[in-house]
């Protein structure tokens, strides 16, 4: 481990190498990406994480992390096969101006030493119509909204995103919470089932799109964090019929 000019271990810049990896699952084509690289950029390495050792966290000089709550959402993940061998990489959303990452794997790479990434296997690459990142299979998709959002979900992987086809950002999306959505759709009450989110890949087809849309709707309304419109979740319905009460209602009288 390497002092800055002062003698700090941090605050520091970023080595080449730790940009190159982070950027590699960051594509600049797409713009929501094109922005954390940004904001990257524009940070340094202000302390280890919660973890330690390979996790890091991003900051301004003076900030200070808070450890008292958990990690921020995972913002993207990727694998990259390179003259170095394996390298996991994780990258947390950004959090109070800071940003967490994890890069495990990579060994001290030195000044004459390059880093060379032969294969990148990263979600964030990912647009409809693909085959699953990692190992090419097939990919479920779901329109949630037309030109806007697709609800993607790889059996095999045991993942599911929600793509945003303006920003091209692929939003990883925990399995638990949205589980529980769909057990409350599906009006499934059964614990052996309800209980039990790791089933949900093993019995997918048993879910319509219609089912899985529904549950994404009522996951983004109790958590807010892909302001889906609330009219396509059933909100235009409601105040039409509402409409419609107050109008007889008024008949009435």
Same mark, same amino acid.
């Given at each position: 481990?390497?002092?800055?000019?002062?003698?700090?271990?941090?605050?520091?810049?970023? /080595?080449?190498?730790?940009k190159?990896? *982070?950027?590699?699952?960051?594509?600049?084509?797409? @713009?929501?990406?094109? %922005?954390?690289?940004?904001?990257?950029?524009?940070?340094?390495?202000?302390?280890?994480?919660?973890?330690? $050792?390979?996790?890091? +966290?991003? $900051?301004?000089?003076?900030? +200070?992390?808070?450890?008292s709550?958990?990690?921020?959402?995972?913002?993207?993940?990727? /694998?990259? /096969?390179?003259?170095?061998?394996?390298?996991?990489?994780?990258?947390?959303?950004?959090?109070? $101006?800071?940003?967490?990452?994890?890069?495990?794997?990579?060994?001290?790479?030195?000044?004459?030493?390059?880093? +060379?990434?032969?294969?990148?296997?990263t979600? %964030?690459?990912?647009?409809?119509?693909?085959? %699953?990142?990692?190992?090419?299979?097939?990919?479920?998709?779901?329109?949630?909204?037309?030109?806007?959002?697709?609800?993607?979900?790889?059996? %095999?992987? @045991?993942?599911?995103?929600?793509?945003?086809?303006?920003? $091209?950002?692929?939003?990883?999306?925990?399995?638990?919470?949205?589980f529980?959505?769909?057990?409350?759709? @599906?009006?499934?009450?059964?614990?052996?089932?309800?209980?039990?989110?790791?089933? =949900?890949?093993?019995?997918?087809?048993?879910?319509?799109?219609?089912?899985?849309?529904?549950?994404?709707?009522?996951?983004?309304?109790?958590?807010?964090k892909?302001?889906?419109?609330r009219?396509?979740?059933?909100?235009?319905?409601?105040?039409?019929?509402r409409? *419609?009460?107050?109008? =007889?209602?008024?008949?009435?009288?």
């Amino acid at each position: 481990m390497s002092l800055n000019n002062s003698g700090k271990i941090f605050p520091r810049e970023l /080595t080449d190498s730790e940009k190159q990896i *982070l950027f590699a699952i960051l594509p600049a084509d797409k @713009k929501g990406y094109a %922005s954390y690289r940004k904001k990257i950029d524009d940070l340094q390495v202000i302390s280890y994480g919660r973890f330690g $050792g390979t996790n890091l +966290i991003l $900051g301004n000089e003076n900030d +200070i992390p808070d450890f008292s709550f958990s990690s921020s959402p995972i913002f993207a993940i990727g /694998t990259l /096969t390179t003259n170095h061998g394996k390298i996991d990489v994780l990258i947390h959303e950004e959090e109070d $101006g800071m940003i967490e990452f994890d890069i495990s794997g990579l060994n001290e790479i030195g000044p004459v030493q390059k880093l +060379i990434i032969e294969k990148c296997d990263t979600y %964030s690459e990912w647009k409809p119509g693909d085959k %699953s990142p990692y190992d090419n299979l097939p990919v479920r998709e779901i329109l949630i909204i037309k030109n806007k959002f697709v609800l993607a979900i790889s059996s %095999s992987q @045991k993942k599911l995103w929600l793509h945003d086809i303006n920003s $091209g950002l692929n939003h990883l999306i925990p399995l638990t919470n949205f589980f529980n959505e769909l057990m409350r759709v @599906k009006n499934i009450r059964d614990p052996e089932i309800a209980l039990k989110p790791n089933l =949900f890949f093993g019995m997918i087809d048993k879910f319509t799109d219609n089912d899985l849309r529904m549950a994404l709707f009522k996951y983004d309304k109790y958590l807010n964090k892909f302001n889906l419109p609330r009219e396509t979740t059933g909100m235009k319905t409601l105040k039409h019929k509402r409409k *419609l009460f107050k109008f =007889f209602s008024r008949g009435s009288n």
